[in-house]
């Protein structure tokens, strides 16, 4: 691994640590896509699993590069697949998902953003995982960038 890249992570979930269903987001809130839209576009490099990535409106791809990590070589418009995470060699990227993505580059992300919707779904299948969530919540310091009814957005560092 190269020690002079930084990981960023992004994330939405329930109140349960649901992050989807059926390969969809669980929320379409405008603040938490903001934040994400944020992030992403000021980095532009983002690390994401092939069916993250085949959720994602196709637009995306035009102001971000997408490196895409998946078990085989695929071909993909406007994004790099790699199969090995040594193959990422830029100076920044923003973790996206899904969860097996986030597990992967857990112990190298430097900031986490942390968005909670405060509800729970009925229609979850994807969870973010739950040791990792408790030791990101518990061994980092936070700030809270926003809250209201809905959601509660925070940075983890």
């Known amino acids: 691994m190269n020690k002079n890249i930084e990981y960023f992570a992004i994330v939405a979930l329930d109140l349960n640590q ?13 603040i938490d896509l903001n934040i994400f839209k944020q992030y992403s576009t000021y980095i532009q490099n983002c690390v994401v699993g092939r069916v993250t990535f085949d959720t994602l409106p196709k637009v ?19 994004a790099v697949c790699i199969t090995n995470r040594d ?3 830029q100076n920044k990227y923003v973790v996206v998902g899904g969860n097996e993505i986030y597990k992967m580059f857990s112990e190298d992300v430097k900031v986490w953003v942390i968005t909670t919707h405060k509800q729970q779904s009925n ?12 030791k990101i919540i518990s061994n980092n310091q936070s700030i ?9 957005v925070k940075i983890y560092f």
């Open 144 to 152: 809270e960038l926003y809250e209201d009814e809905n959601i509660s």
């Open 87 to 89: 193959n990422l060699n």
């Open 60 to 78: 995306l791809s035009k102001t971000r590069k997408f490196h895409i990590i998946t078990r085989k070589e695929q071909s993909f418009d406007n």
């Open 123 to 134: 229609t979850v299948d994807t969870y973010f995982d739950k040791t990792l969530f408790e």
């Open 18 to 30: 649901g992050i989807g269903y059926q390969n969809q987001i669980l929320y379409h809130n405008k």
